[in-house]
């Protein structure tokens, strides 16, 4: 219970930046044509994006016909309600990852400095904390410093380092971690991979290798592959995720610098159009700022609403 309060009064001091102005809205004014306007102008600039923005209004203004919704306050509820339920539509979404498997395989994609790296460390860190045991896969091996970030990573949250040197074959490092993680027993293999942008088709080739010897290495098993994308640039995240998911097939999306957006409408954005469950978002560069992400939590921090007892 602490931990929630912790999550949410985290989330709300973030998308406090933003909400404020959302939240303002609902109000003892009658409801018009003007505070339509506002709301969706007020969700782009957050973030949301448009073509979201545009369904969401849709299906409140429907909602306020049918319920004959007279005053913007009335809409409050309503509106967290419909926002629960789009992101709570995506199978997953909050949902911690299936570790279920010994070993099982999370393999983290993105661009360049998304934040791919500290992910694979704080995950490492938050699994360990539950019981599991973890090994880290250094399968960039294509940025030089790449290495020793992971291992310093692999000693903040105490998990074993598989590394190769640099510019080795990034699908053998793979091959090695999870052989490792055979022989020891160890619960989770994490596989960092390289930042590459996703018009690169060499680059793409290779992670696509690094999944093929994970399903290949793991036969029947379940394959987590996080996309991790960077909330403040996250707009450029659709065809990213697009191109990414033909080379290795995603299972979710970590959002990261959640800490360092002043617009939480990413989230809506991203879940909508990617229809990929969010399951994490990073709040900070320690190794404890990664948290699983809660819809409750988040769209209630984002209307002002108090916390809800049920999380
Ligand atoms: N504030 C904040 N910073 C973060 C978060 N996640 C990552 N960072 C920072 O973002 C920068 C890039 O992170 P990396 O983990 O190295 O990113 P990467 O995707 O591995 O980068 P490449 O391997 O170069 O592609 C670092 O300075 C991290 O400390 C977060 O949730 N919040
Ligand atoms: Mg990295």
Same mark, same amino acid.
């Given at each position: 219970?602490?931990?929630? %309060?912790?999550?949410?009064?985290?989330?709300?001091?973030?998308?406090?930046?933003?909400?404020?102005?959302?939240?303002? $809205?609902?109000?003892?004014?009658?409801?018009?044509?003007? &505070?339509?306007?506002?709301?969706? +102008?007020?969700? $782009?600039?957050?973030?949301?994006?448009?073509?979201?923005?545009?369904? $969401?209004?849709?299906?409140?203004?429907?909602?306020?016909?049918?319920?004959?919704?007279?005053?913007? %306050?009335?809409?409050?509820? =309503? &509106?967290?309600?419909?926002?629960?339920?789009?992101?709570?539509?995506?199978?997953?979404?909050?949902?911690?990852?299936?570790?279920?498997?010994?070993?099982?395989?999370?393999?983290?994609? *993105?661009?360049? *400095?998304?934040?791919?790296?500290?992910?694979?460390?704080? #995950?490492?860190?938050?699994?360990?904390?539950?019981?599991?045991?973890?090994?880290?896969?250094?399968?960039?091996?294509?940025?030089?410093?790449?290495? +020793?970030?992971?291992?310093?990573?692999? +000693?903040?949250?105490?998990?074993?380092?598989?590394?190769?040197?640099?510019?080795?074959?990034?699908?053998?490092?793979?091959?090695?971690?999870?052989?490792?993680? !055979?022989?020891?027993?160890?619960?989770?293999?994490?596989?960092?991979?390289?930042?590459?942008?996703?018009?690169?088709?060499?680059?793409?080739?290779? $992670?696509?290798?690094?999944?093929? =010897?994970?399903?290949?290495?793991?036969?029947?098993?379940?394959?987590?592959? @996080?996309?991790?994308?960077?909330?403040?640039?996250?707009?450029?995240?659709?065809?990213?995720?697009?191109?990414?998911?033909?080379?290795?097939?995603?299972? %979710?999306?970590?959002?990261?610098?959640?800490?360092?957006?002043? !617009?939480?409408?990413?989230?809506?954005?991203?879940?909508?159009?990617?229809?990929?469950?969010?399951?994490?978002?990073?709040?900070?560069?320690?190794?404890?700022? @990664? +948290?699983?992400?809660?819809?409750?939590?988040?769209?209630?921090?984002? #209307?002002?609403?108090?916390?809800?007892?049920? %999380?």
């Amino acid at each position: 219970m602490a931990l929630l %309060g912790n999550v949410f009064s985290k989330l709300r001091s973030v998308v406090n930046k933003w909400s404020q102005g959302v939240s303002n $809205l609902f109000s003892d004014s009658p409801l018009t044509d003007g &505070f339509w306007e506002e709301l969706e +102008e007020r969700m $782009l600039l957050g973030d949301v994006g448009i073509e979201t923005a545009e369904e $969401l209004i849709a299906d409140l203004r429907q909602i306020a016909v049918d319920r004959r919704i007279a005053h913007t %306050g009335e809409l409050r509820g =309503v &509106f967290a309600e419909t926002l629960v339920k789009r992101l709570e539509d995506i199978p997953g979404t909050g949902r911690p990852i299936d570790v279920s498997d010994r070993p099982s395989v999370v393999t983290l994609v *993105g661009v360049n *400095g998304s934040g791919k790296t500290t992910t694979a460390g704080k #995950l490492a860190s938050r699994l360990i904390r539950e019981g599991k045991t973890v090994i880290l896969a250094a399968a960039d091996t294509y940025r030089a410093a790449a290495i +020793e970030q992971l291992n310093a990573w692999g +000693e903040r949250a105490s998990a074993r380092v598989i590394a190769h040197a640099h510019g080795s074959d990034s699908a053998a490092v793979a091959f090695d971690a999870i052989a490792a993680a !055979k022989a020891s027993g160890a619960d989770v293999v994490i596989v960092d991979t390289a930042g590459r942008l996703h018009t690169k088709s060499n680059l793409m080739d290779e $992670l696509a290798k690094v999944g093929r =010897v994970a399903s290949r290495e793991v036969p029947g098993g379940i394959l987590e592959t @996080l996309l991790v994308l960077d909330s403040v640039t996250g707009q450029n995240g659709f065809t990213q995720a697009d191109i990414f998911n033909k080379s290795i097939p995603l299972s %979710g999306v970590v959002l990261t610098k959640f800490d360092n957006t002043a !617009k939480g409408g990413i989230v809506l954005s991203i879940s909508q159009r990617l229809r990929l469950p969010i399951r994490y978002i990073g709040l900070g560069e320690g190794v404890a700022d @990664l +948290e699983l992400f809660s819809c409750r939590d988040f769209v209630h921090a984002l #209307l002002g609403m108090e916390r809800a007892n049920d %999380g």
